[in-house]
């Protein structure tokens, strides 16, 4: 992930990522709209992994993971984890994952983030008690339907200034 | 690999539950990325900036009446604190116990919302440099608002007493009866935990900081009861308390810093 030959694309989209992550809701919305927030970090990560996977692989993947736990106000390690699976699965597949139609790529990412949100709710659980809910559903399936416009917007950046 | 960085996670994540060595790198890794937290606070800053900017001659009227009769309020009620506080010095002199030292505050503006939805969290714009530091309590103009949880350089986390993992040792203030006020997870209702059936805790009453545990400063006022359900089958009653803090509205908080002396 050096700057060089595009990295800093990388880097401004993870950053992109991050404020989106914790942008919240005006206090004079409905609160419950925070429960539509899709996986942004993830996606992202997801796109670059899938599209680029030598340029982003699991330690770095672990250490976005830190900055999102920081932010997210999650336990030190956890987002990590999370990222560096769904780095795993992407990095693994890619060849076919490129292959996919973008119906099926949503169904991949919905799964990824769902698997994810489940693992997150379950350290949160044992960690604090906060219980569980249906409303860790919400994220992954925003996340399936944003997935299309994050694509298209990434892979047009990524073609204009030729990051490979 | 991804075994290895999964037995890595777990390793800080079991170390960062049950001890606070890993609260350095927290703050360290809070003060790289506190820039991202300011550029998406933005928006709400900059909403404020143009509403102060176009607000209109009559708002400011409105807004500047409002504030001069809140100033004579609270002018005559300090007027009458001076004169209660010295009849207490004397009544706590008779009696021989210690004077209590006034609390000394630190005002700090809410600079982000950490937007998981089911934890109460807000991020304030003062860190180590202002002097924060882990555990003080924070509150607002109307009552208790939550603690310290983490601080870095320039910014400290605060976690809001309606959290499910808050908890605050408590006190009715008409007759002193000690009780815990634990977050339910939602704005606007706390829970007294372990409250005998016979407790005499009436709708209305108020609910203070009891001081015990050393955490919290004694005598904030915490909420009110709102009802006091008992079920015939029920060990304990159920006590529900709503909290006086503004948690989702108030821009500025203050930072209770304990006097060492």
Redesign the interface.
Known sequence: MNPANGGWLILLSLAAAMVLAILHVPESWPQWLGWLRPAWIALVVFFWVMELPHRLGLISAWVIGLAADVLLADPLGLNGVLLAGITYIAWRFYERLRMYSVVQQCGVVFLLVLGSELMRALVQDVAWSRGWSWGLVAPALMSMLVWPLVYLVLQRFRLQFRVE | ??AG??L??????SL??TTRL?EP??SV??T??SP??F??QS??RIGDEVGDVVATRQMLLERNELLERQVLELSNSSLQLLNLKQENQQLRELLGSQARVADKVLIAELV????????H?IIIDKGVNAGVRLGQAVIDSEGLFGQIV?VDQLTA?VLLITD??HAVPVQINRNGLRSIAAGT?R?DRLGLENVPISADIVQGDLVETSGLGGRFPQGYPVGYVDAMVVEPTASYAQVSVRPTALL??SRHVLVVMEDSE
Do not use: F, K
Request: proline share 5%; net charge positive; aromatic share 2%.
């Open positions: 690999m991804l960085l999964a890595v996670s777990a390793i800080l994540i960062e539950l890993l790198v927290r890794i809070a790289v990325v991202l937290r550029i998406a928006p709400y982000g919302v950490v937007p998981t939805v089911n934890t969290q983490e986390r499910v993992s997870g704005m989702d509205r």
